[in-house]
């Protein structure tokens, strides 16, 4: 258990619908990243907070959104959704603002668009 | 632009064989390259990582091979196990950088 819990594990939805994804981070940790990983892309990094601020975006959808809250969780909102969106979404935690130092990640969310 | 690209896509040994998985990168600026192990239905876990002041890391059966002038990176499962099947993603990133650029997996399958 890497202390970094996701909800919900599964999610169905169909297009045109918004959903949001939530991210408890390990006890601790200030920064949070969000990744999407789809079977021909690998894990492609969408966005970082640390400690309630974004510190960093990559390759973010419009369409995508998230905040992190003063407890540090954080959650992912994404809206209008289209089916090439269907993907798992994996929450990680660290320490540190850099990187260089250990991410952990959740078991993440299986998002099905139809 | 794939920042990190890792080869092969798929690998299959017998137990006790030694798998090896090459990542090459592009981006002088990367100091970090950590290796991930990832089991179906579960996030990536950090498996080993190495800096580039070092060619070579060693963690139990897990060893990173670092070729600095080449930009290239491997790692070395030694006496290979069925439970290390999983998929294996190397990653890096650069000293303040934010996001770790990760490798499109390999699927390792170990064949008891």
């Known amino acids: 258990d890497s202390g970094v819990t996701q909800t919900p594990k599964h999610l169905i939805t169909a297009t045109g619908q918004r959903v949001t994804l939530r991210c408890s981070p390990r006890?601790?940790?200030?920064?949070v990243y969000w990744y999407q990983q789809s079977l021909d892309q690998g894990l492609q990094f969408l966005i970082q907070?640390?400690?309630?601020?974004?510190?960093a975006k990559g390759n973010i959808l419009e369409r995508f959104s998230a905040q992190q809250f003063p407890d540090l969780h954080s959650e992912l909102n994404l809206s209008s959704l289209e089916l090439g969106d269907s993907a798992l979404y994996f929450c990680?935690?660290?320490?540190?603002?850099?990187?260089?130092?250990?991410?952990?990640f959740g078991q993440g969310t299986r998002l099905t668009v139809v | 632009q794939q920042q990190v690209k890792q080869s092969p896509q798929s690998l299959i040994v017998q137990k006790g064989g030694i798998p090896i998985i090459n990542c090459a990168y592009e981006?002088?600026?990367?100091?970090?390259f950590p290796w991930y192990q990832q089991f179906p239905g579960k996030g990536p876990a950090l498996l080993i990582a190495?800096?580039?002041?070092?060619s070579e890391k060693k963690e139990g059966r897990f060893t990173i091979s670092f070729n600095k002038s080449a930009k290239q990176f491997s790692l070395h499962i030694m006496d290979s196990q069925p439970g290390d099947s999983a998929t294996y993603f190397c990653?890096?990133?650069?000293?303040?950088?934010?996001?770790?650029?990760f490798g499109t997996g390999t699927r390792l399958t170990v064949i008891p």
């Open positions: 990680a935690s660290s320490a540190l603002r850099q990187a260089g130092t250990e991410a952990f």
């Open positions: 981006n002088t600026a990367f100091d970090y």
């Open positions: 190495i800096r580039p002041d070092v």
């Open positions: 990653a890096a990133s650069a000293s303040g950088a934010n996001n770790l650029f």
């Open positions: 006890s601790g940790d200030l920064s």
């Open positions: 907070y640390y400690n309630g601020e974004e510190r």
